[in-house]
């Protein structure tokens, strides 16, 4: 088994990828396509240069939102947010609905009234939440972004890049509520006594149109053009592209998917079952333990870094008290890439251990223990 690691590491080492594409030419005046597991940057073009992003900025008004509220706490809807301009998810003043259908709206919709509905939930008014989502940005390291509002309405001050918007996207999309509503085609709402009955359909025309497509948000204003976030997965490879400004931005988008695709491949770094550590047992009828991955984790290989940025730590006990059955948990092993968390993996007890009762003391084990005490 150890020869199958160092066999499986080896082959990683030195399998080559599909040379990198030298050109590609979208209609977007700023992209950007990033691989989701690392945030290294597959592509861009003018992508840290500013701009705002009309409705993409609902990205981060859902994350926000999820982050601070659960998804069955009930929001009522303000004079102000039914009034909202715009894109309608056709809210009605003194309704009451629950946060997960306002986020349904929201994402797939487009609905401005959800978004204000939403910050003067969460943020108490709409600049509040801004100032919410500003620093939030800033934590993930979207440090060229700034928000006036929730909707994507162009305002004075409000403004991203496409580097950022993917950096927030890749935020968002590791949080399972944001991924599952982003990924939805349709959503029926149930009405009740304070709310009515909705559907919704998802304007993001790539869940349909591109293989693997897995979300996420379209924007458009005329002062900002057409604005559009996608995802997609292939072969355990996750991209995330971002165009502000693209006149042409489905086509962008799966060129931009495609490009990606070519110059990521996923290889295996662990595979279920693999022997990854063993320890010693106490009181057992084996002297060690073999642990064993509970899964399997593929990492995004790039040719030129290798595994240089990748590390292994392992939370472990120093030994294991028998009985052990088969299967236990022993510990776990974080896989790490350039210092930021990647993966959690749990191991396994390969085998069961009889728990063996220790020998008795014999005498001069006894006699050695009284020299001990009278002379200590």
Known sequence: M??????????????????????????AQYACVIDAQTGRILY??????????????????ALVAIENAAP????????????TEGSSIYLKSGEKLPMEDLLYGLMLESGNDAAVAIAEHVG???????????????EIGATSTAFQNPNGLDAEGHYTTAYDLALITRCALANPIFAEIVATKRKTTEADSDSIARSFYNHNK?????????????????????????????????????TLNAPNDWNDHARMLDYAFSVQKAKPLIIKDMVLKSLPVKNGSGKTVELLAAEDFFFTFD???GLSKITLDYV??????????????????????????????????GSAVEYLEPPKPGFW???KRLLQINFS
């Open 2 to 27: 150890k020869k199958a690691v160092c066999l499986l590491l080896t082959t990683l080492l030195c399998t080559s990828l599909t040379p990198r594409i030298q050109a590609l030419s979208v209609s």
């Open 44 to 61: 861009e073009k003018n992508g840290h240069e500013t701009h705002s992003m009309a409705s993409t900025t609902k990205i981060m008004t």
């Open 72 to 83: 069955d706490e009930i929001v009522p809807v303000s004079a102000g947010a039914a009034g």
């Open 124 to 138: 108490g008014s709409v600049e509040n939440f801004a100032r919410m989502m500003t620093m939030r940005a800033h």
């Open 206 to 242: 790539m869940l349909s149109i591109y293989p693997g497509c897995t979300g996420v948000k379209t924007g458009f204003t005329k002062k900002t053009g057409r604005c559009l976030v996608s995802s997609a997965t292939r072969d355990h490879t996750t991209a995330i592209c971002v």
């Open 303 to 305: 040719e030129k870094e």
């Open 316 to 349: 472990l006990p120093s030994a294991v008290p028998a009985p052990i059955p088969q299967g236990a948990q022993i510990g776990k092993v974080k896989i790490s890439y350039d210092g930021q968390l990647l993966k959690e993996i749990e191991l396994l007890s």
């Open 365 to 367: 084990d006894n006699f």
